[in-house]
């Protein structure tokens, strides 16, 4: 029955995203929602594209293994991503009306860097999106008692986000996500209210997890564990801004106004609901202790699942998996569109030139279905790689190779296009050469590639020019003001 319920509810949705596909006439429309998207939208989109797999199944199996200080990367770097998205780079990028993140790439820096930093940011969602893919697949699995295996269950997943992103585009992702929010929150707060007085009461559950120290957050005071404490926490908060998926929300915006604010409060509801899925896992340790304690030997994130199948009511389990699939197709579906749109934009058109917008606008779709299918590939290959880990590994690509190049063309006037092109393959060169030596034991390979990147940025900008790029000479002003 509750199976049954699950595809009824993929049905609904997209249903839904078919019917908002009806406004999708050409290619910003699909990319962008055709910058139509209010205050209240903005922030929805915002909140359901970062709320997935790894917040309620993932985050909760790395809290209770190591505390507070064990999830620094998510959700707080992840939401403080957001926040700074608002405060010091959504009004820069929205009034330079462009339709993906690497536009102004080429605009600042010209062609080369565009191409680059595009490779780099679709790379990226490989991780982010198979996370997605692989919870939808263990959530198949548990609800069909195994009749379903998870590759399959991850194939069904992909084909139903696919129904309606396909055709409709941001449109449909923004609308599907507002109301998957609306189950998301409501669902996993029933859940909380009814777990915490199966523990005995939200106070008992708090008093727990003090006792067991889940509340610590600042690492030891050593140089080692500080360096990799910053490390974890500027993975997502610095390595996600320059990435597609957030900047197709600021330019969905109708306004400048809701383009800064949205992200800002979206952020912040992030963090804070986060640690729902959190309490959830904490109350799992008291109702259940003996499985609770097998399972996280075995699989931490089948905890908050298992508990819901075999120790809450059939009405529980209805808004626990309403409030997962939500979380799970809402961020699947954003993941899935932000790299299809960077490629026909910044690689493909570069083929085609002259293609009409109706032409983009179909390769735009035909992406969107070629990268499903590379996603649920990678996803099968790296089934039993945890989903936290798959997202939090995603982010290091774009920290050591975009974020430098971007934070500098807004903020500094020297930037040149020679000082990119040295921070991302300085960036890139260092994070490679740490991860694969005994250096990454020691030192972090992503704090490494962003300092490396720094430097090349400075030295590049600096130093006698030896490649100039008279296409951005323009813009560079533009940016930097």
């Given at each position: 029955m509750l199976l049954t319920l699950v595809i009824v509810y993929l049905l609904v949705t997209i249903a839904i995203g078919l019917v908002a596909a009806?406004?999708?006439?050409?290619?910003?429309?699909f990319a962008i929602a055709g910058r139509h998207l209010p205050l209240y939208m903005i922030i929805t989109t915002t909140f359901a594209t970062w709320f997935g797999s790894e917040t309620v199944l993932g985050i909760p199996a790395k809290f209770i293994q190591g505390g507070l200080g064990n999830v620094v990367e998510d959700p707080f770097g992840a939401g403080f991503c957001l926040i700074l998205v608002g405060m010091f780079f959504a009004a820069k990028?929205?009034?330079?009306?462009?339709?993906?993140?690497?536009?102004?790439?080429?605009?600042?820096?010209?062609?080369?860097?565009?191409?680059?930093?595009?490779?780099?940011?679709?790379?990226?969602?490989?991780?982010?999106?198979?996370?997605?893919?692989?919870?939808?697949?263990?959530?198949?699995?548990?609800?069909?008692?195994?009749?379903?295996?998870?590759?399959?269950?991850?194939t069904i997943g992909?084909?139903?986000?696919?129904?309606?992103?396909?055709?409709?585009?941001?449109?449909?992702?923004?609308?599907?996500?507002?109301?998957?929010?609306?189950?998301?929150?409501?669902?996993?707060?029933?859940i909380a209210v009814f777990a915490g007085n199966m523990a005995g009461g939200a106070d008992k559950v708090i008093d727990f997890a003090a006792s067991r120290d889940l509340f610590r957050f600042l690492p030891e005071p050593n140089f080692r564990d500080v360096v990799f404490f910053i490390a974890a926490g500027i993975t997502m908060m610095f390595g996600s801004i320059p990435q597609q998926d957030v900047f197709q929300r600021v330019m969905s915006a109708n306004n400048e106004k809701a383009a800064t604010r949205g992200p800002i409060i979206g952020g912040i509801c992030y963090i804070l609901f986060a640690f729902v899925p959190m309490f959830l896992v904490a109350s799992a340790l008291i109702i259940m202790p003996a499985e609770t304690a097998e399972l996280l030997k075995d699989d931490p994130q089948?905890?908050?699942?298992?508990?819901?199948?075999?120790?809450?009511?059939?009405?529980?389990?209805?808004?626990?998996?309403?409030?997962?699939?939500?979380?799970?197709k809402s961020t699947a579906s954003a993941t899935l569109l932000a790299p299809s749109v960077t490629f026909t934009e910044n690689i493909w058109r570069q083929f085609r030139p002259h293609g009409s917008d109706q032409e983009h606008l179909r390769t735009m779709r035909i992406t969107t279905l070629v990268f499903s299918g590379c996603v649920l590939a990678y996803a099968i290959y790296m089934q039993g790689t945890s989903i936290y880990e798959l997202v939090s590994g995603a982010y290091q690509v774009p920290l050591v190779g975009a974020f430098v190049p971007l934070v500098a063309g807004l903020y500094w006037k020297r930037a040149t296009t020679q000082g990119a092109l040295f921070a991302i393959v300085m960036g890139l060169l260092t994070w490679l050469l740490f991860l694969a030596t005994p250096a990454g034991a020691s030192f972090p390979a992503q704090l490494a590639g962003l300092l490396a990147a720094i430097v090349g940025m400075?030295?590049?900008?600096?130093?006698?020019?030896?490649?100039?790029?008279?296409?951005a000479s323009h813009h560079r002003m533009v940016g930097a003001e």
């Open positions: 009806k406004r999708v006439k050409n290619a910003a429309d990028l929205y009034r330079m009306t462009l339709l993906t993140i690497s536009d102004y790439y080429r605009e600042r820096f010209g062609r080369v860097v565009e191409v680059i930093c595009s490779l780099i940011i679709m790379l990226s969602y490989l991780g982010w999106v198979s996370a997605q893919v692989t919870a939808l697949g263990l959530v198949f699995n548990l609800l069909s008692g195994g009749a379903i295996s998870i590759p399959l269950g991850m992909v084909v139903s986000i696919l129904a309606y992103t396909l055709f409709g585009g941001m449109w449909s992702v923004a609308v599907t996500d507002f109301i998957q929010m609306i189950i998301l929150v409501v669902g996993l707060a029933i089948k905890v908050l699942p298992t508990l819901v199948l075999e120790k809450m009511p059939f009405i529980m389990q209805v808004f626990f998996f309403g409030a997962l699939l939500s979380a799970l400075v030295a590049g900008s600096l130093g006698p020019q030896a490649i100039r790029n008279s296409h």
